[in-house]
């Protein structure tokens, strides 16, 4: 897929934690329409890869807009979109895909929770111009942690249910009693794990089709019992720790080293780096057998041994 090139033509703050970008085609070219539920996968300033639900109308092409949250475990995507894309910043987007269409059904029910606001917005909205019935639950933190709030409270009044839950896994919001009959009407759920978890338990007994979901959590590349090792890099000649939190990839960046990347998920064969010495443990989906010996993949892969050299 062609990359396409745009500025950040507009950024404003919805909350503490999530700023919303207008990006605008750096050429003054029209962007590709898309259809709500899409996404477009961004290249943000740290190099990493991140995928991002449009929130804007998919007819209107001068730009498009999204809205990132400053994850607390940030791999470098959301704190980089946060700390470096300001406005007039240059970025590469990839053309927007849907794998959360809306399907054609009577009546919606939208659940979002936190930032999976994005893509519910959007439906919402579409919903509202093609005068079909829908309601929106939309569980956040708190007030202050809620995007869109005011302007949604205004589109949508009654028909939006807000509910705050204050991080505690005890007070999330009660959904049995919009799920305890199953109904012709279609869902469309975008949040956190444990939000999407619950959806799936309460409606269980619905017919297939009817409950639809999209998460774009990050691939867990570090796993619990992963231990720290040393990466050498022969050609600077720099030795860096790569913490049991941190894939080589993100421990490189941290220690300044600019590196190429794309997946992050050891799918797609951007990072591979020429392992010198040391054992590997292969976690990527793209070597083959005959490379292991001598080729890594560093945003997934870690070590064996306690030190790896890189042709680095
Ligand atoms: S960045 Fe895609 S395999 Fe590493």
Redesign the pocket.
């Known amino acids: 897929m062609d990359a396409i090139e745009v500025t950040v033509a507009d950024r404003r703050d919805l909350t503490d934690q999530i700023a919303e970008f207008t990006l605008a085609p750096a050429d003054g070219a029209e962007l590709p329409p898309f259809e709500v539920g899409s996404h477009i996968t961004v290249r943000t300033p740290s190099g990493a890869m991140r995928r991002y639900s449009l929130v804007s109308d998919g007819q209107d092409t001068d730009s498009y807009r999204i809205a990132v949250k400053r994850e607390a475990e940030s791999r470098g995507g959301s704190a980089s979109m946060h700390d470096d894309a300001q406005v007039g910043t240059a970025l590469q987007i990839e053309p927007p895909e849907n794998t959360f269409p809306l399907s054609e059904a009577n009546e919606y029910l939208l659940i979002a929770g936190g930032i999976g606001v994005t893509p519910i917005y959007a439906m919402a909205q579409e919903l509202e111009k093609q005068g079909k019935r829908f309601n929106i639950i939309y569980c956040t933190r708190s007030k202050e942690d809620t995007a869109y709030l005011d302007e949604m409270v205004e589109a949508f009044g009654d028909r939006l249910l807000i509910h705050h839950d204050d991080g505690d896994p005890d007070k999330l919001y009660d959904f049995w009693d919009h799920f305890a009959e199953p109904t012709t009407t279609h869902v469309f759920c975008c949040g956190p794990k444990p939000l999407m978890e619950e959806i799936e338990a309460v409606s269980g007994h619905w017919p297939e089709g009817r409950i639809h979901f999209e998460d774009f959590k990050p691939v867990e590349v570090v796993r619990d019992d992963d231990t720290a090792f040393e990466v050498e890099l022969r050609k600077s000649g720099e030795t860096v720790t790569v913490p049991d939190d941190r894939s080589i990839?993100e421990a490189l960046r941290d220690a300044g080293h600019a590196t190429v990347?794309?997946?992050?998920?050891?799918?797609?064969?951007?990072?591979?780096t020429v392992l010198l010495e040391g054992e590997a443990d292969h976690r990527?989906m793209?070597l083959m057998d005959e490379e292991k010996s001598d080729r890594i993949?560093?945003?997934?892969s870690r070590a064996k041994s306690e030190k790896l050299v890189l042709d680095l």
């Open positions: 990839l990347s794309s997946c992050e998920s050891g799918t797609c064969g951007t990072c591979k990527d793209v993949m560093i945003c997934v």
